[in-house]
């Protein structure tokens, strides 16, 4: 039993990280139909971006709470920054295009983020400092809460907060969901679409932004390739939670770091991986609209 | 007279196709213009050529500035309202949250936007009842109420109307068309409405233009029209 909670605290905290990134894919799907296979790149970007900040501007820095939430922060407008430059100069010109279009170009801009932060940051792991205290809460009966978890949760706990308010109490929110039904609707009754677009951009690239610091303060090396694998299986996370829908997105995502972290726990952590994919050709075979979405999405 | 809307040689071209062959009308301030025409005579383009949803050449003019080809977000700005055709409200959004769009474009209404929504519930108590329900559950009638509650929450000065009565129950057309001539007449709202129901749009329109295959056909007083041998054959079905 005890090992079992032990899992399911770790599980979470994974899972916490999958949903910030998550949560990016599934509100960019949402107002442009479009699966941004640049969004684990821009993970990773937040990652680099806390990791140069703290090595330019933090070097000596103590750990604490304070240090890894102003981190997080940079991370967060780097990452966003990306995310603008990306949709303002590859998505937009493409508004009218095909769809397969924009498809190819979210693949190209991917790779460009890989391979071209292989070239500035180099190909090999670097260490990501740390920033946090380095702590483990005993819960008694072996069952440990690591700083990093509670850190993990925190941060990620707010921040759906507020994604929560923007999304489902702001005109903001409104004008997104609204397109996410028609843009050409949203468009005519004087949606300024673009500009929700772009702040859509905005708000998925910071939170994968905080993910990619939280990543490397849990698993401190990181590489520009980074962002492939958690990049596939947030994605994955959104599918089963129905792409589109910002709370399947959570959800989705918290049941797949739990899964993993049970198969890795009680099984042998050589199909942790492996899983994700099961989940994902399960999800589009039994109910590709995820747990959540509308029917309306399987024809895309 | 004060011209609301001025179009002149208004083009529209799909592909090859070309939808309006360069059309010319009219809608003075405070009256009811109208467009009928038959179903693909090109109603809804001129009306999304107006509002800049789609593109167009010719010269538009709304409140004495040309408007040709503007994004259709400044020109809500501006009171030139589209209430489209069909089900133009978001099914998955909840009434209240529909009626609070009908501000996202328009600056100027928002400090009233409390005060417009009591007068829509004048106007539509139904929408009052139902204002925390999903607006895709409510019936076509009532979408199509919300639609022109939406675009009224955003205080037009002219209000496109793309065939409210469109799939609608007699009563419920009947209805719509008594609301469209209290918007009018109450509120002073300038209104270009296309329809296909010719009859009961000629009924309420200062005036009217018949609209065929992308060119005007025909126009005059609403009273002509309805008097019209041609207009009588075609778009009244009667002999
Ligand atoms: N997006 C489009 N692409 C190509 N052709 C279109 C498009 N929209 C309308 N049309 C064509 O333009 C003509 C006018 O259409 P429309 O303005 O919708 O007519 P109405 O509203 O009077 O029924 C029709 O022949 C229609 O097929
Ligand atoms: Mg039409």
């Known amino acids: 039993m005890n090992e079992f909670i032990q899992h399911t605290i770790n599980g979470l905290a994974l899972g916490s990280i999958y949903a910030l990134v998550a949560l990016g894919y599934t509100m960019v799907f949402g107002v442009l139909q479009l699966i941004n296979f640049a969004h684990g790149d821009i993970f990773m970007v937040g990652s680099f971006v806390g990791l140069y900040f703290i090595r330019w501007f933090m070097p000596n820095v103590e750990p604490s709470l304070l240090t890894t939430i102003i981190v997080i922060l940079v991370a967060m407008v780097g990452s966003a920054t990306v995310g603008v430059i990306i949709e303002k100069f590859a998505y937009r010109p493409l508004r009218k295009a095909p769809r397969i279009n924009i498809l190819i170009t979210a693949i190209g801009v991917s790779l460009l983020l890989e391979y071209g932060g292989q070239l500035i940051f180099g190909a090999s792991p670097q260490f990501f400092p740390d920033i946090l205290p380095r702590k483990q809460i005993d819960l008694g009966g072996a069952i440990y809460l690591d700083s990093n978890q509670v850190t993990i949760f925190l941060v990620s706990f707010v921040l759906m907060l507020v994604l929560q308010f923007l999304v489902f109490k702001t005109q903001f929110g409104r004008a997104m969901r609204a397109i996410s039904h028609s843009l050409e609707t949203a468009n005519l009754i004087g949606i300024n679409v673009n500009k929700v677009i772009l702040i859509t951009f905005i708000i998925g690239s910071s939170l994968a932004g905080a993910a990619g610091v939280l990543y490397g303060v849990a698993y401190p090396k990181i590489d520009p390739l980074l962002g492939l694998l958690p990049g596939l299986k947030a994605f994955i996370a959104a599918v089963l939670g129905g792409i589109g829908n910002v709370t399947g997105a959570v959800i989705g995502a918290i049941l797949l770091g739990l899964s993993e972290t049970y198969v890795a726990g009680y099984i042998s952590s050589t199909y942790r991986d492996a899983l994700a994919f099961l989940i994902l050709i399960l999800v589009l075979l039994l109910r590709p609209a995820g747990l959540l979405g509308t029917k309306k999405i399987e024809k895309v | ?239």
């Open chain 2, 1 to 239: 007279m004060e011209t609301t809307l001025n179009v002149e040689g208004l083009q529209v071209n799909y592909g090859n196709v070309q939808a309006l062959k360069g059309i010319s009308f009219k809608v003075p301030k405070g009256k009811i213009v109208s467009l009928i025409g038959a179903n693909g005579a090109g109603k809804t383009t001129t009306l999304k050529a107006i509002s800049g949803n789609c593109k167009s050449a010719g010269v538009v003019v709304f409140n004495n500035h040309p408007i040709t080809n503007k994004e259709s977000f400044q020109l809500v700005a501006e009171g030139l309202i589209h209430c489209p055709e069909g089900r133009g409200v978001f099914p998955n959004l909840t009434v209240m949250e529909n009626l609070q769009l009908g501000i996202v474009g328009r600056h100027s209404a928002k400090a009233n936007f409390n005060k417009n929504l009591e007068e829509c519930f004048v106007l539509f108590p139904r929408l009052k009842e139902r204002i925390n329900q999903i607006a895709g559950t409510l019936s076509g009638g009532e979408q199509q109420m919300l639609a022109i509650a939406r675009a009224l929450i955003g205080e037009p000065e002219l209000l496109l109307l793309d065939e409210p009565s469109l799939g609608l129950a007699p009563l419920v057309v009947k209805l719509i068309f008594e609301i469209i001539v209290r918007i009018n007449k109450d509120k002073g709202v300038t209104v270009l409405l296309v329809e296909q129901n010719a009859k009961q749009a000629l009924k309420i329109s200062n005036y009217a233009y018949v609209l065929e295959t992308g060119k005007i056909l025909l126009e005059g007083t609403g009273a002509d029209l309805l008097n019209n041998d041609d207009v009588k054959k075609i778009y009244l079905g009667e002999h």
